[in-house]
């Protein structure tokens, strides 16, 4: 289940009171850092994201988990036996649907999501859950759907400052003139993912916005 946390800080990195972490994976659009907190993903970044996410937004590299075996001895010694952390596992999770994805077996993610930010902001990458693969939507019928359509300005602030790219879809969302604009890693890699996503997907009606349940879970933080 996807979870979207609010804080009033997003420096507020630790409130569910595990560490980050992160691991790097290759990708057709380049390397990928996926940090997770031992509970959920919190983040996706592209190498060349825009803007550069803090060093508290990342945490520390991943480091496997080692087991001190009960007999005293060493790791080095004891052997291979390692018991992997949560962390480990929900990142190696979440790399082997990101890798399903780019081969094209996997439409939607499983691996549970974890993003803080403004009530305004929450409700924004709520709507991009519920843009279907294959499909898009403008700025303004995000904003329509939210119940004001002039607000299309806010909308894509707030899309462009989605911290977990391609899990929570913020690349389906393009101008009201179709044109691919404002991705945090530059429109040429927004293209590709609509490219790969369009490739194969026969056309179809649009689905409009909260049509589908819902598989986001809101948890208010205080402020």
Same mark, same amino acid.
């Given at each position: 289940?996807?979870?979207?946390?609010?804080?009033?800080?997003?420096? *507020?990195?630790?409130?569910?009171? #595990?560490? $980050? !972490?992160?691991? /790097?994976?290759?990708?057709?659009?380049?390397?990928?850092?996926?940090?997770?907190?031992?509970?959920? %993903?919190?983040? @996706?970044?592209?190498?060349?994201?825009?803007?550069?996410?803090?060093?508290?937004? @990342?945490? !520390?590299?991943?480091?496997?988990?080692?087991?001190?075996? #009960?007999?005293? !001895?060493?790791?080095?010694?004891?052997?291979? *036996?390692?018991?992997?952390?949560?962390?480990?596992?929900?990142?190696?999770? #979440?790399?082997?649907?990101?890798?399903?994805?780019?081969?094209?077996?996997?439409?939607?993610?499983?691996?549970?999501? *974890? @993003?803080?930010?403004?009530?305004?902001?929450?409700?924004?990458?709520?709507?991009?859950?519920? %843009?279907?693969?294959?499909?898009?939507?403008?700025?303004?019928?995000?904003?329509?759907?939210?119940?004001?359509?002039?607000?299309? $300005?806010?909308?894509?602030?707030?899309? $462009?400052?989605?911290?977990?790219?391609?899990?929570?879809?913020?690349? !389906?969302?393009?101008?009201?003139?179709?044109?691919?604009?404002?991705?945090?890693?530059?429109?040429?890699?927004?293209?590709?993912? @609509?490219? $790969?996503?369009?490739?194969?997907?026969? /056309?179809?009606?649009?689905?409009?916005?909260?049509?589908?349940?819902?598989?986001?879970?809101?948890? *208010?933080?205080?402020?």
């Amino acid at each position: 289940m996807t979870s979207i946390e609010s804080s009033s800080a997003e420096e *507020d990195t630790n409130a569910s009171g #595990a560490e $980050r !972490r992160y691991l /790097d994976i290759d990708s057709p659009v380049g390397v990928l850092r996926i940090v997770a907190n031992g509970e959920a %993903i919190v983040g @996706l970044y592209h190498e060349d994201h825009s803007p550069v996410p803090a060093q508290s937004l @990342l945490g !520390r590299p991943l480091e496997p988990s080692v087991v001190m075996p #009960a007999d005293g !001895r060493n790791q080095a010694e004891a052997g291979p *036996d390692v018991s992997p952390s949560a962390t480990e596992v929900l990142l190696q999770r #979440a790399a082997g649907e990101i890798g399903q994805y780019f081969a094209g077996s996997r439409r939607h993610f499983d691996v549970p999501v *974890d @993003l803080r930010g403004t009530e305004f902001q929450r409700m924004v990458w709520t709507a991009l859950t519920g %843009i279907p693969y294959g499909q898009r939507r403008s700025y303004r019928d995000i904003a329509a759907h939210l119940g004001n359509a002039g607000m299309g $300005r806010a909308v894509g602030a707030a899309v $462009r400052a989605n911290p977990v790219s391609i899990i929570v879809p913020g690349h !389906r969302v393009v101008s009201s003139t179709g044109a691919v604009v404002g991705y945090a890693a530059g429109n040429a890699t927004k293209t590709e993912l @609509l490219d $790969r996503e369009s490739d194969g997907v026969p /056309d179809a009606d649009p689905v409009p916005l909260g049509s589908k349940k819902s598989v986001v879970r809101h948890i *208010d933080a205080p402020d």
